[in-house]
């Protein structure tokens, strides 16, 4: 954390290209917080009008605020057209990123001679990396780490505690996953025989592109052969699971509780909202996205806005959803229909049926 | 375990204000079993009449039964209103709570020298505990947890293996984290950038009320500024995913696999059934049930009963399923209306369409 | 790995029922994997037809295939009818089952003296074993796994890095538990009182049948009394989340995020597809399956195929659904139909309503 002047963070973003006004005192402020949880010395934001109430409440001595809008003269107000992005800048100028415990490679990580660690490793202990396993520079793995035998990771790679690795998957340079993720397990890879379940030996590996962000307790499926692959700068939330062979494409955002079936090629910036789930063997083209709970069970085309389950186009399957909920009434009115037709049956002696 | 004498365990109940007649011999019971798998020695009870037909065959020494309910005469009967509710009465009487094995403050344990300790630790080797962290009196800690710079637990918390809690979230008083669960991981917070996600950082923390207890593999985002919380009383069942920034009030029971996206304000008392999601900056009010796999899309006023995706008011959301699931008829009903009507339409020499 | 000519592996096919025919030379291949990954020296199939365009780029040097494709003459082809079900053969005899690092009976591991280790054991550092634990001969444990007290493995079990046994569960034979898994945490055991929700202990254990395969992260609840089981030959894939007192039968196959309420029991052979939920106390009957996101909410036959939410019969679900994408349609017919009613209404003096 770094204490920051209001004209200094007014640079940062002007840097960033947010053209940013002072108005009040130009003081230091040490962290970004919420309207409801600042204290003396923060800066917070406004930028949602519903939470405005909250501004003659707080606790911040300074507020990121669009132009015009009123705030008591007791706090410094930075001015900007777009509070909601700058608080972001704001928050990287102050706070920076997590800086991790510095272990060194600890003795007391389990690491096999034959595996290769870059430079300046930090490696805590309760890691294990084990047999012809290679770590690029500047790695941080933290405890209960397991890297399997063969595996691969890039540069300034960060692994949460307890984050699992598989024999020979890949991982490429600042690749972050965080705790309880498990990347290359085997998948559902077995074949029917008289009514059991025959293994096949899981023989592919899992390979994560550059720049992947994996969230907690995600399960990454190993192929049964080849590579599934998670694509150059995807973002997972929490418990994403992705089935074997499954190639998912650059700039995805899949959100918690999303599963992915095996086989399945997802393009590039493809956002799976939570709980979405794909089913094995398709095709899904860029640009696409899928609304929350959704079920994809066929091929979808670039830049499609997906929901239901199974889903279909969001704007016919919203049409279909409100006519579901309304479906009583339109039982009631078939009803009488049906009782209308027959009085008129009835009145021109046509026989029923 | 400590064996009870039946008269003993007549006299435990109606301290717990369960009126309960011994009738048959007044035989010692060392343990509370199921109708089928309770062995000679141990009292196992009947609530729900459809297992009735298992008494017979029951190897128990004594039940738990309603007044009135037949039983063999080799089994001795406590009989009392609500046996379902007196059983965990018994469960706890005969057999208390877990009994953690006993490390003491474990030499095998990674403690940061600025780290506080409270009274009568009990630490497993193999547990990292990390610069300036606050431990209150009799935690648990069992092998595998990681708790990361800064993080306060309060006092007699329970954490089982393998559990993370990140920097600076905090655990209140009697808190139970059960194994692989991660409090505090970073969210999805990313702006986008010539169509990337850059990440911010994540300056917020995550914040548990006395007496939560989270079940397994469970993950709750920190906020990216300020809390999310989980409030008093609060339990989890198992891979229930909260996002950054929610704020789950007291008394809750979500159920496993629940996902809450982030900024959602849960009230008190709130019930969420398996598979239910949660959309993001939601508002819902106290009292609130909400059915299986429902998917909550707007806010929900206090005392609501809500079931389908999206959700709305559980009996209309049944009647419109009911209707749907009958929607193939209705679809042939309004064919044949539509030919009924095309029939009277031509017999008055009305033109069509 | 072993290398293996292909009229080995024309014999190792005929062995396991398949007749396989050598076209062209008789070349070693070390290795099996997919029309676009394999290398020279390695074998790679064709199964389904729609990837026949990639036989053409292929680097491998020999495939499997049906009799009658055409294939580049610098490809070795092994013809035979079935090439996916023979790629499992191929893979097995070629690669074999993954070879664990070698720890014997580690001094890194915490074992209880009180605990009984079998034969051949392979026990990683920073594996801890609780008092009373039974393990049986030539089982491996990966770093991180915690067995707590009381807990009985069979022969042949192998636990992935960071999975958590809980006290006096059951595992047969040739269990497998992939990374992060949790086997016998307490369910969602809780009396209601005063609004408040009081722990009721839960003393029953998780029992898994010999040959059980379960994937990553996932978490099967201990019963309150008597116990949880999956049966013999089961298989689970990643996030399955498996409730208190569930009986899940021999041979059955859950694929990941499915979910299973409490005291359910599950016949045999029973298949649910990914991010199926299962309400509390059903009965599923043996063979049945059920499509992906559906939700089981009564008891179901043998032999059943099952899909939506609610499931209904799947032939059944598809036509309501069909009908349902299509209601927009139907309510506009529906208005319609009242237009030309009340319009003969009118024509014949039939008074409204």
Redesign the interface.
């Known amino acids: 954390m770094a204490e920051r002047r209001l004209s200094e963070l007014c640079r940062v973003l002007a840097d960033h290209g947010f053209a940013a006004q002072l108005d009040g005192e130009d003081r230091a402020v040490r962290?970004?917080?919420?309207l409801?949880?600042a204290a003396e010395g923060e800066i917070t934001f406004l930028s949602n009008p519903k939470y405005a109430a909250a501004v003659a409440q707080t606790r911040a001595s300074a507020i990121l605020v669009k132009p015009g809008v009123d705030v008591p003269s007791r706090l410094s107000a930075l001015r900007c057209a777009d509070p909601y992005?700058a608080?972001?800048v704001a928050?990287?100028s102050i706070?920076?990123?997590?800086r991790h415990?510095q272990w060194g490679r600890s003795p007391?990580a389990?690491i096999h001679p034959s595996a290769r660690i870059g430079a300046r490793p930090n490696i805590?202990?309760?890691v294990?990396i084990?047999?012809e396993v290679v770590i690029g520079d500047n790695c941080t793995l933290?405890?209960?780490c397991?890297v399997a035998?063969g595996a691969h990771l890039g540069h300034d790679c960060t692994l949460?505690?307890?984050v699992?690795v598989?024999?020979h998957c890949v991982l490429g340079n600042r690749v972050t996953i965080?705790?309880?993720s498990?990347v290359g397990?085997?998948?559902?890879g077995?074949?029917p025989l008289d009514?059991?379940?025959?293994?096949?030996?899981q023989?592919?590996r899992a390979v994560l592109g550059d720049d992947v962000?994996i969230?907690?307790?995600?399960?990454i499926?190993r192929?049964?052969?080849?590579?599934t692959e998670v694509g150059t700068?995807t973002?997972f939330?929490?418990?994403v699971?992705i089935?074997h062979g499954t190639k998912v494409g650059a700039?995805c955002?899949f959100?918690?509780?999303v599963?992915v079936?095996g086989s399945v090629t997802v393009g590039r910036?493809v956002t799976l909202a939570?709980?979405v789930?794909v089913?094995g063997h398709l095709a899904i083209g860029d640009e696409v996205s899928v609304g929350?709970?959704s079920?994809i069970?066929g091929d979808v085309p670039d830049h499609a806005k997906m929901f239901g389950?199974?889903a279909?186009d969001a704007g016919?399957?919203k049409?279909?959803?409100l006519?579901?909920?309304?479906?009583?009434e339109?039982?009631r009115?078939?009803r009488e229909?049906?009782r209308?037709?027959e009085?008129?049956?009835e009145?021109?002696g046509?026989a029923s049926g």
Do not use: F
Not at 31 to 34: D, L, Q, S
């Open positions: 962290a970004v917080n919420t409801e949880d992005a608080v972001a928050i990287v706070h920076g990123y997590r415990p007391g389990g805590a202990p309760g294990t084990a047999a933290y405890p209960g397991y035998d949460y505690p307890n699992v598989y024999d965080h705790a309880g498990v397990e085997d998948g559902l077995y074949a009514g059991k379940w025959v293994k096949i030996p023989v592919g962000e969230g907690a307790n995600c399960t499926d192929a049964t052969l080849g590579r700068g973002k939330g929490n418990v699971v089935g700039d955002m959100v918690g509780l599963g079936a910036h939570g709980q789930g089913a929350a709970q079920g069970s389950s199974p279909i016919d399957a049409r279909a959803l006519a579901m909920q309304r479906l009583p339109w039982v009115r078939v229909l049906e209308q037709v009085e008129l049956r009145k021109l046509v």
